[in-house]
Nanobody, 128 residues
């Protein structure tokens, strides 16, 4: 069973930056599409960013709300996917979840149901 462990969340002032990390185990990491989602209190889980599996070019995709501020990347040697978040805004406050695609060698869309494994999440709070 795939295991995903997020880290790097915390409290940051508006305009600040954070880098989230997600270490994956029990899978051949380079063959899986990976993604980040977030969920604020009282809201549904929403797509943030995703990245294709490495053999297909590792192209990133972003939600419009984070485009130009967030960057997703992967380090296959470390089984890790990152989310660099810059110019954070109060509306970015949420629990951030890492997700892996359902199968190797399969690229996915941007819906939560497109992913097969989830981490427990890390809290990001943007407040002055």
């Amino acid at each position: 069973q795939i295991q995903l462990i997020e880290s790097g969340g915390g409290l940051v002032q508006p305009g600040g930056s954070l880098r989230l990390s997600c270490v994956a185990s029990r899978l051949t990491f380079s063959t899986y599409a990976m993604g980040w989602f977030r969920q604020a209190p009282g809201k549904e889980r929403e797509f943030v960013a995703r990245i294709r599996w490495s053999g297909s070019g590792s192209r990133p995709y972003y939600a419009n709300s984070v485009k130009g501020r967030f960057t997703i990347s992967r380090d296959d040697a470390k089984n890790t996917v990152y989310l660099q978040m810059n110019n954070l805004k109060p509306e970015d406050t949420a629990v951030y979840y890492c997700a892996a695609g359902p199968l190797p060698y399969k690229n996915v869309g941007s819906e939560p149901t497109d992913f097969g494994a989830w981490g427990r999440g890390t809290q990001v709070t943007v407040s002055s």
